[in-house]
């Protein structure tokens, strides 16, 4: 089974930088695709950036440029650099893992809320 643990959210203002972090446990964790989604009030929920165990990433265009995936396999941690942060950046984020033999995340955390003030 595994576990997923945010931490990292919280306030900002805009143009600031925060970041994220998720430590992975239960299972291999270079066996996994890691990413992060965002969910803001009233919308659905969206992919944000994605890691392969490799290390090639992609972003989404909203956040291209200004957010940076990477990850520690040796920490077991993903992580979500977020700079030059927008009030529409605003949403709770979830990091979630899918096993590279799957296509869909299965695995999610609990979510953390980072709240951008202009």
């Known amino acids: 089974q595994v576990e997923l643990g945010e931490s990292g959210g919280g306030l900002a203002q805009a143009g600031d930088s925060l970041r994220l972090s998720c430590v992975f446990y239960?299972?291999?964790?270079?066996?996994?695709?890691m990413g992060w989604f965002r969910q803001a009030p009233g919308k659905e929920r969206e992919l944000v950036a994605e890691?392969?165990?490799?290390?090639?990433?992609g972003e989404a265009d909203s956040v291209k440029g200004r957010f940076t995936i990477s990850r520690d396999n040796l920490g077991n941690t993903v992580y979500l650099q977020m700079n030059s942060l927008k009030p529409e950046d605003t949403a709770v984020y979830y990091c979630?893992?899918?096993?590279?033999?799957?296509?869909?995340?299965?695995?999610w955390g609990q979510g953390t809320q980072v709240t951008v003030s202009s």
């Open positions: 979630a893992a899918k096993h590279i033999s799957t296509s869909d995340y299965n695995y």
């Open positions: 239960g299972r291999t964790f270079s066996s996994y695709v």
């Open positions: 890691i392969t165990s490799g290390g090639s990433t």
